[in-house]
């Protein structure tokens, strides 16, 4: 019993140097989303490339795709766009929210840069981005075939990115919406 | 000595000035009760992006929405409630540095409690031991003490080895 007691500190050392060295690892930023789950909100806005134009959440439905919030503001957003580009190639559709930023900057960028997206809403106000709890950009969701957001990541996307979280999830939803039309 | 008290005041004085100049918008509301509690409100929601400041500390473009937010939803005439919901269906339990009580933060709210009655009771248990163990000194010292000779017997044991 005593030689047990002694061995105490130990334990708890090993119990507390655990637990700091998985937090050494985690992502301070990669926060559970409220809206994993949860449909696309509902909104009405105007889009870059043609500013008569109206888009609505409604125009979003279908298939899988990726709902990415960018700006030209933000720096992570132009390291993400040649993989934005590829992604597109693949035959994925993504829909842009330019958040918070300038009509003309926004048009230059994705006329320097080409355009990957079906169209681009433009949010000047961030009320789209606030109700989809953004807290910064770049941000990106994946939609399924229902217009629920199956995965929200915050951060710049790159190759390992896609390949090793976004790409599977798509491939799973594809399969789910597969089984529904068979069946 | 005055000099020195001088000093921490003037130091204490220039530091309350930084804490006054921490929100950059000046917001106007139509009722004095909505001003008090837009503060204690920003007081209270965490900044998403900054995650250790709350709103009203923090100037980051998502705090300046979230301010103008909470006012609007001030103005509406929405409770405190109504309006933490509100911030909560969009960036989780995270916004509320006081998180409401569920299965997830269980540990976090009853986790200290858990701990200090551990402490006590670790405490306790040494206590306990060392109040016995001393008793148990005591009795032992009692022992000895019978055992020593009183000056009578010590006399005549001394008479007896001629001493």
Redesign the interface.
């Known amino acids: 019993m005593k030689r047990a007691i002694l061995f105490f500190p130990l334990i708890l050392f090993i119990v507390i140097g655990g637990f700091l060295y998985k937090g050494l690892f985690l992502n301070?930023q990669a926060?559970?989303?409220?809206?994993e789950g949860q449909p696309v909100p509902e909104f009405k806005l105007l889009t870059v490339n043609n500013p008569e134009r109206v888009v609505t959440n409604k125009d979003l439905t279908g298939e899988v795709y990726l709902l990415n919030v960018w700006a030209t503001w933000c720096a992570g957003c132009k390291i993400e766009h040649p993989h934005l580009i590829n992604i597109a190639n693949t035959g994925l559709p993504i829909y842009g929210i330019n958040y918070?930023d300038e009509l003309e900057a926004a048009q230059q960028w994705l006329k320097d840069y080409q355009d990957p997206y079906q169209f681009t809403a433009y949010d000047v106000s961030?009320q789209l981005?606030?109700?989809?709890?953004?807290?910064?950009a770049p941000e990106t969701f994946v939609v399924d075939h229902h217009g629920i957001i199956r995965l929200r990541y915050a951060g710049t996307i790159d190759e390992n990115i896609w390949l090793n979280k976004i790409k599977p999830l798509v491939d799973t939803i594809k399969q789910e919406a597969a089984l529904v039309v068979k069946s | 000595m005055n000099k020195l008290f001088l000093s921490v005041f003037l130091l204490c004085l220039s530091m309350s000035f930084s804490v006054l100049a921490n929100s950059v918008e000046t917001y106007e509301f139509s009722k004095p009760e909505y001003e008090v509690r837009f503060h204690e409100l920003n007081k209270i929601l965490r900044c998403?992006?900054c995650?250790n400041q709350n709103l009203s500390d923090s100037n980051s473009?998502?705090s300046q929405?979230?301010r103008r937010?909470v006012r609007r939803m001030l103005e509406e005439g929405r409770s405190d409630e109504q309006i933490m919901e509100y911030l909560?269906?969009?960036?989780?339990q995270?916004v509320l540095y006081k998180p409401k009580v569920d299965r997830v933060t269980y540990f976090l709210w009853y986790g200290p409690i858990g701990f200090a009655v551990i402490g006590l009771g670790i405490l306790g248990y040494v206590v306990v031991r060392q109040r016995r163990k001393s008793k148990s000194e005591v009795v032992k010292e009692s022992i000895e003490a019978e055992q020593q000779l009183d000056d009578d017997e010590q006399k005549a044991l001394d008479k007896i080895l001629g001493k």
């Open positions: 301070p926060m559970p989303s409220a809206l918070k961030g981005g606030l109700d989809l709890g953004v807290f910064g | 998403p992006k995650q473009m998502i929405d979230l937010e909560v269906m969009r960036y989780g995270f």
